[in-house]
């Protein structure tokens, strides 16, 4: 596992970033214009108002032209003297899409392929004192693929790219790039990580590794290899210091051999601090530095930052089928959290910032766990930082999804170069659990009538099953391998088919029979798995988010616009169908894009009780999908202009460590409690039959205990020994847990269909103030029933982001929500305004 090499401007190493006075043009093209690097072709044509922006209205469509063009950039750039009278100078690509060639002072350097790769040259014979000039040609990856194609002579799966010719499969780029069923096509090119120079004399720390540490109470004991790189043979000395421990370490002596070598010392933390996921104790990181001194002088540094803890992925025949539990440190871990896809079709437009808007996102919404998709990027290294620091296991996909793939000699080399380019990249991070070949292939295989629909014969079919075996089970993993010790590895996600039901039991699963399959919600309830790895339901943005790309009259889903950014085919169709059978169409229009978003809610809320309920035969729960990459109708819980959707409070509730839920099973009410904390607990749960007028009809309230790592029925009985015949449209079961005097979880159950609920519309009532740390805190009461209530609040100018929301609140009960930062200047009243389900007449 290894860090980044330290940026230093000292006398031992010099590092020059290029990243001003780029220019670019079409290939062939007169004039330049200026560019911005890292950037894209598309970034700096919007930027010169030469395409308008693909992400507003159906421009999309109109920007198409660019991914079929070559595209030149170039910058001059000079040497400090300094610089030039070092022995080496590398220039330093850390990645190029996609397929590049490069040239240093009209000198070609290289040819590059494959956007997940960086890459390192040797560039001393080619810097010059004075002016140099840096150019990349970068040809489309169309025009690149198209005679691979045409010499193919079948067509690979690859559905979701959104073009007669599958291409995308012979690119190593992004394959969202491509189109998806959440994303447009935009075939971008550019330089989109840092170019950077590096000279340095006598040797170059290339890398730290090290295997998972001895783990004792009083100490770890790690034992670190230190790969160097030299040109010729120096004495010198190693010392390893970090500043978050007192290391027990002697420096070591050593001789260097010109060209690679490897050095291995041991080291020993003293009382260490373990890692753990977020909900289960803190982050503890340890950042090493290593120095390599020449004649007491350090001519090489290196740091390293990395957590202490021990992961074991148990993945094993069981009398269920097969389990899937994520374990840290000796601890069963149920995984919480949700897919991530990249967040921008154009990746430099996400900041350092985004990443940690997205980790605390998800930790604020009680999530443990992302998995990063095989259909796009292996994310920055600030990304793997940040899920380090806000405990956020990482599940890494290998970026290949739903398709086959060639497996020519040259391609299974360019994935040899991404594969350990990346695990190099990336092992040291202690988030990162478990590594994944591809996502959705073996399933393709088996259940997606590839053979049929493509026209391939038995031979064919037969060979490309081989290719798909060679590189996901012999390949991939062997590189892994190499690369490091103990890691989880699966070729791919799921292993079970959740069109067979008798591999419910089997290892992760994509449930898609909600959605896809059309089936209703309640199918969540009846099918869980052992570690649900994908499940989803889309919605539209919230108004506020489609007012930024649309135009007033796109503001209806049946418009082209929207039609536009809606990439499933049936999405409209399986939205409306789903709401006319569970809730209601809205009477106004304008609702749906709201009253998706609560149906949304309603839906992933049955599978998120049914697979924390089941623990342990269940042990995660990861939604499709967390983010977006454009404004769009999708499966997402947060929209492309970061706006929370009615998911994501609805996540945030159902995730949290120790919680209740009830639900209606046949004619009973069951009760049931949930403790992911490793200590039993003590609580009183309180359940309670209430109409929508504040009335209780029944209540009940006993003592729990809650141990640890369990869930529990604890309380069940018959619907209509407590409801005595009462017409059930304005009923619900409250329940609620109370820990130590604090509610720690309350749930809502309604008794009748949502379509059918009796709401009777109140005025919400509020009170607000600051707190002392400046937060806003709202005091909500209602004299009826509000669901799914949307509380927004405008600050100048701004909507402040509120720790709760699209919420129940009830006759009875007073709600109390504040903002998740202190919020500046005044609110006026005005600014705070509501919206909640509303049928204003009986269902016809
Ligand atoms: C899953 C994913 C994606 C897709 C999503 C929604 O299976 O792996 O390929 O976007 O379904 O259809």
């Not at 994520?326 to 990443?355: C, E, M, Q, W």
């Not at 290949?400 to 793939?405: D, I, K, N, P, V």
């Not at 949930?674 to 009940?700: K, M, P, Y």
Request: aromatic share 14%; with cysteine; net charge negative.
């Amino acid at each position: 596992m290894r860090g980044k090499p330290d940026l230093l401007e000292d006398s031992y190493v010099i590092k020059k970033t290029l990243d001003a006075n780029w220019r670019f043009r079409e290939l062939g093209a007169q004039d330049w214009r200026s560019a911005n690097v890292p950037g894209s072709n598309f970034q700096d044509l919007m930027s010169d108002g030469s395409i308008p922006d693909p992400f507003f209205r159906d421009n999309e469509s109109v920007v198409q032209w660019v991914s079929g063009r070559d595209w030149e950039y170039s910058c001059d750039f000079s040497c400090s003297q300094k610089l030039l009278e070092k022995d080496r100078i590398d220039l330093v690509f850390h990645g190029l899409d996609t397929i590049a060639d490069i040239y240093l002072n009209e000198a070609h350097l290289a040819g590059t392929m494959n956007m997940f790769v960086g890459f390192r040259f040797d560039a001393r014979n080619f810097i010059k004192p004075g002016r140099n000039q840096l150019r990349i040609v970068f040809q489309s990856p169309l025009t690149y693929a198209m005679p691979l194609e045409q010499k193919n002579g079948f067509r690979y799966p690859a559905e979701n790219d959104h073009s007669e010719f599958k291409l995308s499969v012979f690119v190593r780029k992004a394959p969202y790039h491509f189109g998806w069923d959440w994303g447009p096509r935009l075939v971008c090119s550019g330089i989109w990580r840092p170019v950077e120079i590096e000279a340095y004399n006598t040797a170059r720390i290339e890398d730290v590794t090290f295997q998972q540490p001895d783990i004792s109470a009083n100490e770890a004991k790690f034992r670190f290899n230190v790969h160097i790189s030299s040109e010729s043979d120096v004495k010198a000395v190693l010392n390893v210091s970090s500043k978050d421990s007192a290391l027990i370490v002697e420096p070591v002596q050593i001789k260097i051999k010109p060209g690679q070598s490897l050095h291995s010392f041991d080291v020993s933390i003293p009382d260490p601090k373990l890692w753990w996921p977020n909900g289960h104790g803190d982050q503890p990181l340890y950042t090493f530095k290593f120095d390599l001194s020449v004649d007491e002088k350090v001519v090489a540094s290196h740091s390293l930052r990395t957590g202490i803890r021990e992961i074991h992925v148990e993945n094993e025949p069981d009398d269920n089928g097969e389990s899937f539990v994520i374990h840290v440190n000796g601890k069963a871990i149920f995984a919480k959290g949700a897919n991530y896809i990249p967040s921008d079709s154009f990746l430099t437009r996400v900041s350092v910032d985004d990443h940690r808007e997205t980790f605390r996102s998800a930790k604020m919404a009680n999530m443990n766990m992302l998995r990063v998709w095989g259909g796009g990027v292996y994310e920055s290294d600030d990304f793997y930082d940040l899920a380090d620091e806000y405990g956020i296991l990482i599940w890494q996909d290998f970026m290949f999804a739903c398709t086959l793939y060639p497996a020519d000699q040259n391609f299974i080399k360019n994935v040899e170069d991404e594969v350990r380019y990346n695990v190099r990249r990336l092992r040291h991070h202690p988030s990162i659990a478990l590594w994944c070949g591809n996502n959705e292939i073996a399933l393709g295989l088996q259940a997606w009538d590839w053979q049929k629909k493509f026209h391939y014969s038995d031979a064919l079919f037969k060979d490309l099953i081989d290719d798909y075996e060679y590189l996901f089970s012999k390949c991939i993993p062997s590189w892994l391998d190499d690369e490091m010790e103990d890691r989880f590895y699966m070729p791919s996600s799921p292993i079970g088919n959740w069109e067979i039901e008798s591999e419910d039991g089997k290892g992760d699963a994509h449930y898609w029979g909600v959605w896809h399959g059309a089936l209703p919600f309640s199918e969540y309830e009846r099918r869980v798995f052992r570690f649900a790895s994908e499940f989803g339901f889309q919605s539209f943005p919230s108004s506020r988010s489609i007012e930024k790309f649309t135009l007033p009259e796109d503001r209806d889903i049946n418009s082209d616009v929207l039609k536009q950014h809606q990439k499933h085919p049936r999405g409209n169709n399986l939205i409306k169908k789903y709401m006319e059978s569970e809730f209601r169409l809205p009477e106004n229009d304008d609702d749906i894009f709201y009253y998706s978003q609560l149906l949304q809610a309603y839906g992933l809320k049955k599978a998120f009780v049914a697979h924390r309920i089941a623990r342990p035969f269940c042990m995660g729960t990861l939604f499709w999908q967390f983010n977006d990459c454009w404004p769009a109708a999708s499966w997402s819980c947060i929209d492309y202009f970061n706006r929370k959707k009615a998911l994501y409070f609805e996540a945030k509730r159902c995730f949290k460590p120790v919680a209740v839920f009830a639900r209606l099973e046949d004619d009973k009410i069951k009760v049931y409690t949930v403790n992911d904390r490793f200590d039993d607990t003590s609580a009183s749960l309180s359940i309670s039959l209430e109409n929508f007028q504040g009335a209780v009809l029944w209540q009940r309230n006993l003592p729990v205990t809650l141990k640890a790592e369990s869930s529990d029925l604890v309380f069940d009985t018959k619907l209509a020994d407590i409801s005595n015949g009462q017409n059930l449209t304005d009923l619900f079961i409250r329940v609620s847990l109370t820990e130590n005097d604090r509610e720690v979880s309350c749930d809502y159950l309604f008794l009748a269909k949502i379509a059918d609920l009796a709401f009777d519309f109140q005025e919400i009532s509020y009170e607000w103030h600051k707190d002392e740390t400046g937060h806003l805190v709202i005091d909500l009461s209602s004299e009826g029933l509000a669901y799914g209530l949307l509380v927004e609040v405008r600050s100048e100018n701004k909507y402040v982001e509120l720790d709760d929301n699209f919420l129940i609140l009830t006759a009875r009960h007073k709600r109390k929500i504040r903002s998740v930062a202190p919020v500046e200047g005044d609110i006026e009243q005005a600014a705070i305004s509501f919206k909640s389900l509303y049928f204003s007449h009986p269902k016809t």
